[in-house]
């Protein structure tokens, strides 16, 4: 079974602190995704990565940046947290681009 | 602009009666259409994937197909823990970012 894990279920921050969100997967995958999840705008993606070291933007990638030094891992940085950064985060995985993603369970976060 | 329609908004069944629900979508070309089950405070679920126009796929009470230009997810005698909301995603030709409609919100009463 493909694994993805998130490094916290919730997370409480305030306005203007660095926040990172952390990613794994176990199944060797190429591909990782960071996702928000908002009422009312479904998923939206923030960044992908196609490769260690590699990164594209997403639909909504401002005020956000990633990092991927190992297969394995995919972090999402907030430099500068926000209150519109108030969300849900999802990670996902997949194999190949054009394959199934497998998502995490999630962060809730909340910007004070 | 490729877009993903999902509809009902939500839907509300009593256990044992069964409904379909729809995923619309209209892309430059399909790569793939995947559904997934959320369920509150978690992440979405793995359930299908669909490649072609005329296939279809079943895992116990559910069953997806796939037209030209929609899905759908049959529920077949519906139980409360089948209670989630369904999302809809498609794969396109040329990207590698899945578009995902908003969702229907599914409850089955006892």
């Known amino acids: 079974d493909v694994k993805v894990t998130q490094s916290s279920r919730y997370l409480v921050k305030r306005t203007g602190e660095k926040v990172f969100l952390e990613c794994v997967q176990d199944m060797d995958h190429e591909n990782m995704f960071w996702y928000r999840q908002d009422?009312?705008?479904?998923?939206?993606?923030?960044?992908?990565?196609?490769?260690?070291?590699?990164?594209?933007?997403?639909?909504?990638?401002?005020g956000y940046s990633?990092?991927?030094?190992?297969?394995?891992?995919?972090?999402l940085i907030l430099e500068s947290a926000s209150t519109n950064q108030t969300s849900m985060y999802l990670c996902a995985s997949s194999l190949q681009a054009t394959e199934t993603q497998y998502f995490g369970p999630g962060t809730r976060l909340l910007v004070l | 602009e490729d877009q993903v329609t999902q509809s009902p908004e939500a839907l509300r069944l009593q256990e044992g009666e069964s409904s379909s629900l729809n995923c619309s979508y209209t892309v430059s070309g399909l790569r793939g259409l995947f559904w997934y089950r959320q369920d509150p405070g978690k992440g979405p679920e793995f359930l299908f994937t669909l490649y072609s126009a005329?296939?279809?796929?079943?895992?116990?009470?559910?069953?997806?197909?796939?037209?030209k230009k929609?899905?759908?997810l049959h529920i077949?005698?519906?139980k409360p823990e089948d209670s989630a909301t369904y999302l809809c995603a498609v794969l396109t030709q040329g990207a590698q970012k899945l578009v995902f409609g908003q969702g229907t919100r599914l409850t089955i009463n006892p």
């Open chain 1, 39 to 62: 009422p009312g705008l479904g998923l939206r993606l923030i960044y992908f990565s196609y490769d260690v070291k590699m990164k594209e933007k997403g639909d909504i990638p401002e």
């Open chain 1, 66 to 75: 990633v990092s991927r030094e190992k297969k394995e891992r995919f972090s």
């Open chain 2, 54 to 67: 005329g296939e279809e796929k079943e895992k116990e009470r559910l069953k997806a197909t796939l037209t």
């Open chain 2, 70 to 72: 929609e899905s759908f």
């Open chain 2, 76 to 78: 077949t005698a519906p």
